[in-house]
Structure formats: C-alpha cells, structure tokens
C-alpha cells in the first residue's frame, strides 16, 4: 500500500497540480478540434462525438506519454505532427456537409471520433512531452491529471459548439488556432529550431503564410462549396 500513502505527499499533490494547469492550458485546441469535428454531425450525435472523441484522445495520449522516451528518438516527429496539423486545420474549416464518414468534415460519429483522436495524437506530441516533465515518470500522475481535465475539455467543446453555430466566425477564429499550434510545434523541431532561432523573422513570416494559408484556403473552399449546385439540381442553360 506504498503507493497509496505516497497519493497524500506534497511532493505527489504539488506535481498533480502542475500536470492538471498544463492539461488545462492545453484543453483549448482539444476543445476547438472536438467542437470543430462535430459541428456537421446531427445534434443527438454532437454529445456522443464530445464525449468518446474526448475518452479516445486521452487514451492515444496516455499511451504517447508511456512511451515518451522512444519518441523523444524519431527524428522529425514534431516537424510532420506539425504539418500534418496544418493539413487537419484547413479540412476542418473547409469541411463539406456531405456525408463523407472519412474526411475531417465527417458527418458520422465514427468519422467525427476519427478525426478528433487523430487531430489530439498529432497535437498531442508536443504537449506529452510537458506533461511527461512534471510527472517525473509517474504514468498514475498523468492518468489522474488528464482524467481530471476530462470534464473541463468536455464543456468547453459543448460550449465552443453553441458558439460555432451562433457565430459562425469563430469556426475560422478556430482554425487559425490549430494553424498557430501546427509552426509552434514546427518551430520547436530540434532539426529547424537553430535556423528559427538565428532568423526570427523567417518563424513569423511562417505564422503568416501557414495561418492565412489555411483561413485563406479554408475560406476559398467554403465559396466552391456554397456555389456548387446541389446533389439532384439540374442546371439548365439559357
């Protein structure tokens, strides 16, 4: 019962702390991803979606976190997380309602699921490696703080949904975030960060081009989308 008196050191409580801050901190990109997932999904559908894409995103990252060590090796892992989060950011802004169960605009549960835990996994790398720090190797210290954070990511993407809908900017405001997160995790690769560090302005012409790329490109899809004749709709000539 060792490991049950050490639960009530401070020692053990103060890093519980720090873990549960960290995941707080992080839980708004979760909770953006999550909303933007699920805003296509009919709305008996958009709670189940919150809530297992939310269990499923802390399982892919407790299992990351376990196996921290092995990924500190892969060279240009934050570099492609990076990259393939840009690409996550624009398919969820420029998402289509068409039913597809696949893409990042999935109107089924299972796809709207897919694409949370996959979007988390990606963003995941770099904040395991936080959290990883102020566990100190304690795999109980990280469950128990991502299982507290649980409900918070949970509410916050029930709330950034009601928003989504009512003010339909912030789908954009949304993925510019995502497109933030996707250069800081670019820039913090140890294969590129010296470059960034020595030209500080090629990073924020990165920021630039890469987030008003994908509001850019996101925005331009949405148009081809809206003008696009619907499914049955013949267009007669004059």
Partial sequence: ME?????????FLTALLS????DLVLAGDNAIVIALAARNLPPHLQKKAIVWGTVGAVVVRSAMTIGVVWLLKIPGLLLVGG???VWIAY???SAEDNGDEHGAGATSLV???KTIIIADAVMGVDNVLAVAGAAHGSFLLVVLGL?????????GSSLVLKLM????VIIYIGSGVLAFTAVKMISHEPLVKAFFDQYPMALWAMYVVIVGGVLGGGYLAQKRHAARPESGETVTGH
Avoid: C, N, Y
């Fill in 3 to 11: 490991w049950f008196t050490d639960l009530f050191t401070m020692q």
């Fill in 19 to 22: 873990i549960v801050v960290i």
């Fill in 83 to 85: 990259l393939a989060l």
């Fill in 91 to 93: 398919k969820l802004l």
């Fill in 111 to 113: 796809g709207a699921m």
């Fill in 147 to 155: 299982l507290i954070s649980i409900p918070i990511v949970v509410w």
């Fill in 165 to 168: 809908a009512r003010f339909p």
